[in-house]
């Protein structure tokens, strides 16, 4: 397609006054906008390859059309956020957007995906479909639009060449279509076809969409569209084998980050400020691999450990401290690992630091034990804490029995552990947030799906009903699996876990840097 033919109109708001222009740019003069279209090479007459994830999509998509027959389903991708004036967060599309479009990366502000109901059986893409998808973004502007130079957000000299409408077509397997004709298409026949939007991802469009329905009549339909999000959400709880291999890669290319690490820990105990260093170089492999962290890396020394979230990272690391370090790289596709491991500084376990590990140890091996089709999730947790509040109990900390503890009326246990034991894992550290309980917390755990085993142990520096010992030290050990037909499979097993085998992995790392 020629740049004459791609639709994106040319900008009338191109400012040219010095009262129009902002505070610290020059207006561009005349002779610039007659000159700046010339004299560039055409853009590639070649397509680009499709995106591997677009063999994919076709079958995700007509699952979820299976559930909203003959109803228009709208998946936006989201815009960019505002972090300062013109300063924008770097940006990463809705999950379910990147799902159903296998767009991932910094792909694609302010798109909109549509599946246009199709009579039934129509086969698209080689999958008899109920609806028809099109993909709705800003296609890059021809040189002659001011878009090119002027446009920090979209032009080719700010933020690089973007698609055609061709180009994306060719990546994402499907038909595309300017943004610019995107509200024509959602008023289409709204009288006869009910319309349905995930409503978290971009806000101009739901409310336009809301806008639309009132405008034809319609009451409010944020229930049909809360419907929308948890079979979106629902859809993601057993994942395709290209994901599965995606979330291997992640957690293969956090293993490297986590050698990282370790190799460096001597010069994070020196530098001062260790965690923000362990940090800074588990994000340069994550960088690397992929496209960022799968979510704000926790580096947590000594204490901070018994922070859940710490994300702040300005302690120091000290010899003889724990480091609990949870991490992992999102890669381009957008999946993401989460792991965490807990390791000693100087690459030693004390014998206190070491009595706690071995129970968080054994509640990850009790929990890893039960995991395989037909348990359910929160079975998975009770296995982990019925070994924490065991251990509890015999180190004389629990006010209660195990039994009492675990029981409906009790919790005291909770006190030393008070997250969750797994959460499912994917395109989202917190994948399937939308999934109802009864297919989550209640739900059958089923070959395919993935989910994090992450026990763990805090003994607050001010907890007062601990041992002097054994304050302020947490533990967290967690690694991700695959349920498979039997059991399940750690796609985070390139990291060791138990005590002794951390010990001399780390030693091996050790050596190597000294
Ligand atoms: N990193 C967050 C979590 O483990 O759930
Ligand atoms: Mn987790
Ligand atoms: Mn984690």
């Not at 395709?240 to 291997?248: A, C, G, M, N, V």
Request: net charge negative.
């Amino acid at each position: 397609m020629s740049d004459q033919n791609e639709t994106t109109a040319v900008s009338e708001d191109e400012p040219t006054t010095p009262e129009e222009v902002p505070n610290r740019q020059s207006p561009f003069s005349q002779a610039f906008r007659d000159f700046i279209p010339t004299g560039w090479a055409p853009y590639p007459a070649e397509l680009p390859p499709a995106l591997a994830a677009s063999a994919w999509t076709p079958a995700r998509r007509a699952a979820l059309g299976a559930k909203f027959a003959g109803e228009r389903l709208v998946v936006p991708a989201g815009g960019l956020k505002v972090r300062a004036n013109d300063t924008d967060y770097p940006y990463r599309p809705d999950t379910a957007f990147a799902y159903y479009s296998g767009l991932g990366g910094d792909r694609e502000p302010d798109a909109v995906l549509v599946l246009e109901p199709v009579d039934n059986g129509e086969v698209i893409d080689g999958v008899a479909a109920t609806h028809a998808p099109t993909l709705y973004f800003k296609p890059r502007a021809p040189r002659t639009d001011p878009e090119f130079y002027s446009d920090a957000r979209y032009g080719e000299m700010w933020v690089g060449q973007r698609e055609s409408l061709d180009e994306m077509a060719a990546m994402v397997g499907f038909a595309c279509a300017p943004i610019s004709q995107l509200d024509e298409h959602l008023a289409k026949n709204l009288e006869s076809t009910t319309i349905r939007v995930l409503r978290v991802a971009d806000d101009a469009v739901t409310a336009r969409i809301d806008q639309l329905r009132a405008d034809h009549g319609h009451a409010d339909q944020s229930e049909l569209d809360e419907q929308f999000a948890i079979a979106a959400s629902e859809q993601r709880l057993v994942k395709d084998t290209f994901e599965i291999d995606q979330l291997q890669l992640a957690c293969d290319a956090s293993a490297e980050g986590f050698e990282a690490v370790v190799a460096d820990l001597p010069e994070a105990v020196r530098r001062g400020r260790g965690e923000r260093w362990v940090e800074g170089v588990f994000g340069l492999y994550a960088r690397h691999h992929g496209n960022a962290v799968g979510y704000d890396t926790i580096a947590a020394g000594a204490d901070h450990a018994n922070t859940l979230h710490w994300v702040r990272n300005d302690g120091d690391l000290r010899d003889g401290d724990l480091l609990l370090m949870d991490a992992g790289v999102e890669l381009d596709s957008l999946y993401t690992a989460d792991i965490t491991r807990t390791l000693p500084v100087n690459g030693r376990f004390s014998p206190a630091q070491r009595r706690v590990y071995d129970v968080v140890f054994e509640a990850q091996q009790a929990a890893m034990a039960v995991a395989k089709p037909g348990t359910t999730f929160k079975d998975v947790h009770l296995a982990a804490i019925t070994v924490i509040a065991t251990r509890l109990h015999e180190w004389g900390l629990l006010p209660v029995t195990p039994e009492q503890s675990l029981g409906p009326d009790g919790g005291q246990h909770r006190r030393w552990m008070v997250h969750g034991t797994s959460h499912h894992l994917g395109l989202d550290v917190h994948d399937c947030a939308q999934a109802r309980a009864e297919h989550y917390r209640e739900g059958r755990l089923a070959e395919g799906m993935v989910i994090t085993i992450e026990p763990g142990l805090y003994f607050k520096a001010t907890d007062l009903l601990v041992p002097d010992e054994l304050r302020g030290i947490g533990v967290r050990i967690e690694d991700d699996i695959v349920i498979t037909a039997d059991g399940c499979r750690i796609l985070s097993d390139k990291l060791p876990r138990a005590a002794d085998d951390v010990e001399s992995w780390m030693a091996g790392l050790l050596a190597q840097g000294s």
